[in-house]
């Protein structure tokens, strides 16, 4: 065993050049990491509670702060400062985990191990598109089985499209306890390239955790004998129950008491610039449930990508970013030497919910800001980009310029032609239909995640979406996927229509990047920017008034509009993202060529309306999904439910403990003679390995034989 490692690491340093656990060059083919996953408390160092005064954090006893030492920030996870320490699920114990930083076409190994004491984990990389690696793609129960409490497990992949990224657990809502990162791809020979900052972005609530936030979305949150209201968009639709208590940049915010208006001092993070010098800052989205405006005090934001892609720059007063959307912006670091805000504002009306940060130019004290947001005014309005609506309130002076009305950087890469025969085109309804039930759904189909992983062990599946209880105006539950032949040119029209609107969602669509061809809006009071009605362009099928009909089977209005033939698509530069905005009453036509092979998951990057059913399958030229690796782990199959009830779970007749006992010399005998198998097995496998491939079998996970 030893031997065989040594072996391999000899192997690979001599001829792959592996980096293990640092920074990679862009020379090195393969970067190696290594994760831990673990439950933390905030605001603990060590054994010690600290309390956050003036930006610094001390510990519990500390009397007078003026001669008192601060414990060193990066000790403890501070979040908003919140003295009552939450749990939380942390990568290395840091909030975010530590970066992944990479070029692209470099071999990327990340070796996991779970350490939390009661919940699995799989970790997405978050854009990414694992051409050839599909089983890496860490959906749990659709790529690969959830990694259990003290288990381990090692991806492998090539890095690819360069980008901002990042990778998250894809655990129910674990990401929304912090087990997140970014996960950047350099581009190689990158010339004249920026000095750059990561910035994650997310809403945080510190009495709530992940599990709590779900069910008091269904059934509701109380609070002093009031029930609340779902919090209110500009445009008068929905967020959420779950409250937005601070908002944190890179792990840290400022927790304001509701009733002083004060803010409790807690550390921030702080950017720092050098006077003169332009800087790309890569912004990642990487919250629970709210989209932030960020702008930055006093200063232009030049927007030059979004989820990994190059756009024709667009300079901005702020832009939007919903929870999995990726924006890089360059900020020329061109005005007096001083400290300015940085801020992220959810998008509620009657709330002042803040994420702040600050831009520290060097040479400038260290204190906190003193500038103030830029106001908007009819002779000089604000410029807003990637809005979830048309309008702000005319009395804003605000300019909305949704995604559609970006451009890619450059031409070379135009939108997917049609090729008879090999079109494919999709209508699809994110939304929230029903009647009694109203789960979170595409086309009235509820998710239904798989009991074992449905890439790996496609023939343990059962929940079909093909049954009478699923259909036009009605909603069910049961494991949906479309599926794609290799090279067709698959063209989605993703709606937010019918009963069930009222949220905007960003969705995600896994192993793709999508070309965005169009946006079509619904219809808006221009005055008081409030939403009135659906896109008409849409016809909803089923029943004809728009309020009622769950909008599941829907198709253009125009007929001739069918095939691809929609009046202004943008074909010659389309903008590629992999995540977007479907908004209330509107529509996205993306395409995609079907030419990755996997189990692609397609699903709202909102965790709360994830997690209830609002994801999918895009079931993608099944029989060329290359063979795992040797050795990938299986599910034991466990069924979700009791439809296969398994035989030696039914007793008969006889008495319990006559059965029993027999039932106990029969498991016995199985499992001996199950033993005794595995263990001959694998003395012939070891000895075979042994001799002629020794140096993969103790990475097995990772090495694969039918890939290359
Ligand atoms: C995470 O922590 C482990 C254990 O302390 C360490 O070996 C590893 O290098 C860390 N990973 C990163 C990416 O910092
Ligand atoms: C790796 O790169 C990051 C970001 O550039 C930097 O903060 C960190 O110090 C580097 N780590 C090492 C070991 O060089
Ligand atoms: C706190 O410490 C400072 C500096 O040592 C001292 O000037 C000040 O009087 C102290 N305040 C109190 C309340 O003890
Ligand atoms: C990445 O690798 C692929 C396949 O090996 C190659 O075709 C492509 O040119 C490479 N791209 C870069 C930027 O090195
Ligand atoms: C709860 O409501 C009562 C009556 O309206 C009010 O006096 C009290 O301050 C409220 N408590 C809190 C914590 O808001
Ligand atoms: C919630 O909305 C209802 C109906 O609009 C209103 O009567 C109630 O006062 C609201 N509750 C709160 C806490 O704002
Ligand atoms: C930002 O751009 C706007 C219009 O493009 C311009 O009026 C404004 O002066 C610029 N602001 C700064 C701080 O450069
Ligand atoms: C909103 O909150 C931020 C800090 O969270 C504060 O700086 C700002 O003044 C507040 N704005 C309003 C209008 O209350
Ligand atoms: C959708 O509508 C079309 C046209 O009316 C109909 O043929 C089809 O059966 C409907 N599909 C479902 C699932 O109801
Ligand atoms: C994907 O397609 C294959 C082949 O058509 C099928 O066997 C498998 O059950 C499908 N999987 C899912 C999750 O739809
Ligand atoms: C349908 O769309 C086509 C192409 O855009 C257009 O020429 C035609 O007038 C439309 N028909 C109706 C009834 O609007
Ligand atoms: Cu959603």
Known sequence: MKLACIAFLVVSLVVKKTKCGQNCSETDEVCEFYLELDHHLTMMRNNDLVFPYNGHVYKYDVINTSNAVPVDINEVLTADG????????????????????????????????????????????????????????????????????????????????????????????????????????????????????????????????????????????????????????????SFSMFMMQSGLINGRGRYYDHNTGKDNGAPLEVFQVQQGQAYRFRVIGSGALYPFRISVDEHNLTIVAADGFDLDSVVVESFIIYPGERFDFILHADKPVSNYWIRGITLEVGKNHTAEAILHYNGAPVRDPTTSRRSCTQDDPCIVVNCPFLYFPASNYINCMTFDQLRAKSDIDPAPVIKPGKFKEFFLNFAFPGTTSTPASVNGLAFEQPSVSAMTQPQELYSSCDRPDCGEDKVCRCTHSISLDYGDIVQMVLLNMGKGKGWSHPIHLHGHSFYVLKMGFGRYDVTTARFMEDDLNIDCRGNPDRTVSFCNNATWANATWLGGNVPGLELKKPPRKDTIIVPTGAYVVIRIRADNPGLWNFHCHVDLHNVDGMQMLVNESFNKIPKPPVGFPMCWNYPSDFRSAMDWTTVDDDSWSANSYKTTIVVLAVILSLEFIVIVGMCIYIRRTNTTRSSERTFLTFENPGYN
């Open 82 to 237: 919140f003295e009552q320490p939450r749990l939380v699920a942390a990568f290395n114990n840091t909030l975010p985990g530590p970066p992944i930083i990479v070029y692209e076409n470099q071999t990327v190994i990340v070796h996991v191990k779970n350490k939390l004491k009661s919940e699995s984990v799989t970790i997405h990389w978050h854009g990414l598109h694992q051409r050839g690696t599909p089983w890496m793609d860490g959906v749990p129960f659709v790529t690969q089985c959830p990694i259990l409490p003290g288990q381990t497990f090692t991806y492998r992949f090539i890095a690819e499209p360069k980008g901002t990224f990042w990778y998250h657990s894809h655990m129910a809502s674990q990401l929304t306890m912090g087990a997140f990162g970014a996960l950047i791809v350099h581009e190689k020979g990158e010339v004249n390239a920026f000095p750059e900052h990561i910035m994650t972005i997310q809403d945080w609530n510190h009495d709530w955790e992940a599990d709590i936030d779900y069910m008091k979305m269904l059934y509701g949150v109380f609070e002093n004998r009031t029930r609340l209201n779902v919090s209110q968009s500009i445009d008068g639709t």
